[in-house]
């Protein structure tokens, strides 16, 4: 399995908290991902990023940031935590081209 | 833009029986193919993947999948379905050689197995 972990793997919080959630590799790859899962929705890409300090919007951004700034973590950012955001989050990892390997996932409930 | 659907949000069979998860794409230029799969409560887990080459490709647990360029599509299939298949599959694609491997998802598959 690939060297990828997730924190806080459970969280519950209020509407209009912050919320940080972090994914941690120890493969040393480029590429680091966060999707969110939702029912009937698949999994859809949040934030990406390529490099240190380099990052890049997916399909649903709006509400999260994301942070690099060492190659073995990924942090996302809800500023202002919405009930919409309540979700399953999944970071993943990759070399550039090859595929993506996913970690354990964070279930995330805003109240 | 790139998109994949995949046919039915439930599909049941009988343990030992054949299983066909659909999966059909859109891509503007020469696609990657993968299927994964999602077990209860885990993280998705690499099926088996298409990039160049062979257009049958095997991957775990007796699975594989057909790249259909004409048809734009990438089925998975297994002979005998066990009861441990139960599970949810994710069809997804990516722009091939592209400088980055952003992934896009079909909606997902659960897989139903009876005794």
């Known amino acids: 399995d690939a060297g990828i972990t997730q924190s806080p793997r459970h969280k519950v919080t209020e509407t209009g908290t912050p919320v940080t959630l972090r994914c941690h590799q120890t493969?040393?790859?480029?590429?680091m991902y966060w999707y969110r899962q939702d029912p009937g929705h698949g999994l859809r890409l949040i934030h990406y990023?390529?490099?240190?300090?380099?990052?890049d919007k997916g399909e649903v951004s709006d509400g999260y940031s994301v942070s690099r700034s060492k190659t073995e973590d990924f942090l996302l950012t809800l500023e202002s935590a919405t009930s919409s955001q309540t979700s399953v989050y999944f970071c993943?990892?990759?070399?550039?081209?090859?595929?993506?390997?996913f970690g354990p996932g964070t279930r995330l409930l805003v109240l | 833009a790139q998109s994949v659907t995949q046919l039915g949000s439930h599909v049941s069979v009988s343990e030992g029986a054949l299983v066909l998860l659909r999966c059909n794409y859109s891509?503007?230029?020469?696609?990657?193919l993968f299927w994964y799969v999602q077990y209860p409560n885990q993280g998705l887990q690499l099926l088996l993947k298409?990039?160049?080459?062979?257009?049958l490709v095997k991957g775990i647990n007796g699975f594989e999948a057909e790249f259909k360029k004409s048809e734009t599509s990438f089925h998975l299939t297994k002979p005998s379905a066990h009861m441990s298949d139960a599970a949810e599959y994710f069809c997804?694609?990516?722009?091939?050689?592209?400088?980055?491997?952003?992934?896009?998802f079909g909606k997902g598959t659960m897989l139903l197995v009876s005794p």
């Open positions: 997804a694609v990516s722009e091939g050689d592209s400088g980055y491997s952003t992934l896009t």
């Open positions: 993943a990892i990759s070399k550039p081209q090859e595929t993506q390997y």
């Open positions: 493969e040393n790859h480029r590429y």
């Open positions: 891509s503007s230029v020469p696609p990657y």
């Open positions: 298409y990039t160049t080459g062979a257009t």
């Open positions: 990023s390529y490099g240190v300090k380099d990052t």
